[in-house]
């Protein structure tokens, strides 16, 4: 019996330990992106692992959009509106994952969902389900600010990202987000 329950009990522990080493895609459309500000969060060791995988572009169409005094950009969760957007799609660790919705105050800010992602290579496209960062209960106005269909931060558009601290984060979501 103690020896059943052993067994059982190291087969648990390798079931949790793979769960916890799972790879999850994640899609980057702003500034996680390869060469903008906040890229190196994917790549600080502390936060655990990343490996690029390819680019890709929204299967559907979003509004890729900058705003807040920080000139943070958002895709809004606005399905048919906007354009098919540019992006890179990451394999990363739970660690990583968790560290990036630290990043992005999901749930409270951006929202985290599995979206489609089309990836061309060479002749083909395959779709690929990824996280992407989202936000969701936009205040409607933000739908008449101008569309990209890729993000930079040194654009022309001239909106620079600013970093932000996390108290001013607390007031830009009041800047974006519906009540
Ligand atoms: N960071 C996330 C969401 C928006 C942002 O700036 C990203 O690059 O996908």
């Not at 992006?87 to 951006?110: A, F, R, T, W």
């Not at 985290?112 to 690929?128: A, L, P, S, Y």
């Not at 989202?134 to 970093?163: C, I, W």
């Amino acid at each position: 019996m103690i020896k059943l329950l052993n067994v059982l009990y190291s087969n648990i522990r390798i079931c949790a330990h793979s769960t916890s080493q799972m790879a999850h895609k994640v899609f980057v459309y702003g500034t996680l992106k390869r060469n903008e500000p906040n890229h190196h969060w994917l790549t600080k060791p502390e936060n655990g692992t990343s490996k690029f995988v390819a680019e890709g572009t929204t299967k559907s169409k979003y509004p890729l959009i900058i705003a807040t005094r920080y000139n943070i950009p958002f895709l809004l969760h606005s399905p048919g509106d906007g354009n098919h957007v540019k992006g890179e799609i990451y394999e990363v660790n739970d660690l990583m994952l968790s560290k990036l919705d630290i990043l992005e105050d999901h749930p409270n800010y951006y929202v985290r969902e599995i979206d489609d992602i089309t990836v061309t290579k060479g002749n083909d496209t395959e779709t690929q389900k990824c996280w992407v960062y989202f936000l969701k209960k936009f205040k409607p106005e933000l739908l008449q600010r101008p569309a990209m269909d890729n993000y930079t931060s040194r654009g022309s558009h001239g909106l620079v990202y600013m970093e932000s601290n996390n108290e001013s984060t607390v007031d830009d979501l009041d800047d974006v987000v519906r009540k």
